[in-house]
Nanobody
């Protein structure tokens, strides 16, 4: 099982920004693909953005507002969230899968829920957007 170090959640007003960070100790972004999943109150967990090498995927709900990236050392993955809306409120969970477990970041985001143990899950960080 992979371990995670997640940070960056908090309370922000509508229109504001937050940046989430995720590290998988002992692994770099050359070893694992990273995804961010959102668990909103009363809703199913949703894969909102995934990163594999330099290929990115975004769900329609965040496209154009969120940016997933890795630092130059390929140790930390980030999710920059701009123009936040109240409907973005939820628990944001970092996930990781060994490179080549999924054939694309879109597949990781769509299929991790039913993919068995291929994707490992962090505990999440809460994001609350007030109107």
């Amino acid at each position: 099982q992979l371990q995670f170090v997640e940070s960056g959640g908090g309370l922000v007003q509508s229109g504001g920004s937050l940046r989430l960070s995720c590290q998988v100790p002992g692994f770099t972004l050359d070893d694992v693909d990273i995804g961010w999943f959102r668990q909103a109150p009363g809703k199913q967990r949703e894969g909102i953005s995934c990163l594999s090498d330099d290929i990115t995927y975004y769900s329609d709900s965040v496209k154009g507002r969120f940016t997933i990236s890795g630092d130059s050392a390929k140790i930390t993955a980030y999710l920059q969230m701009d123009d936040l809306k109240p409907e973005d409120t939820g628990l944001y969970i970092c996930a990781a899968a060994k490179v080549s477990e999924w054939y694309s970041p879109e597949a990781m985001c769509f299929l991790s829920e039913t993919g068995g143990s291929r994707t490992n899950w962090g505990r999440g960080t809460q994001v609350t957007v007030s109107s």
